[in-house]
């Protein structure tokens, strides 16, 4: 099929859904996540619950990184109260940065997953730099009503990823048996 390049290994609804514990009894030693629409609306601080994740992700035993087309500044701004790595102004999907995480990290690519909310930029950099990707729904506000050509673009090719069922669940089963919003432990 002309788009399993852009399809993702896994699709979920959000980042407090994942089974990080299974992830990391998977063999993962680390998680590299996008920040904007994926962990916080755009520009957006760093929220108590994404604080909480992090604690939790680590306590799980994975190390994290952040990749993002933003700027340090930003990214300092977020990451206030956040222990994680960060690469600043990525280009992302160029997979230099995706590799430089992973070296960053000290893991092998199949090590790490890249979790992100934007098929084109991180799900595309992710699979092209050999790193299994992670997709999950895009952070919007509830006056927001459209989103751009990208994205409904992103909306087909989401279409065509859920009737291949081969494309589906490559990392397994990673969302948690209770799925409580926001809820970490």
Known sequence: MFFKFLYPFNYVKN???????????????????????????HGDDSTPEVDDLFKYIHSCGLKTLLVSNNSEERIQRFIKNIDSEYIYDAHKPNPKNYTEAVKKLGVKKSEAVFVGDQIFIDILGANLSGIPSILVD????????????????????LKFYKKSKSSQNRIGDIEKEEMTENVVV
């Open 15 to 41: 980042v407090f859904i994942i089974d990080y514990k299974k992830l990391f009894e998977s063999g993962y030693k680390a998680v590299i996540f996008d920040i904007d629409n994926t962990l916080v609306h």
């Open 138 to 157: 895009f952070i919007r506000l509830d006056t927001e009503t459209y989103y751009g050509k990208r994205r409904d673009l992103e909306a087909i090719i």
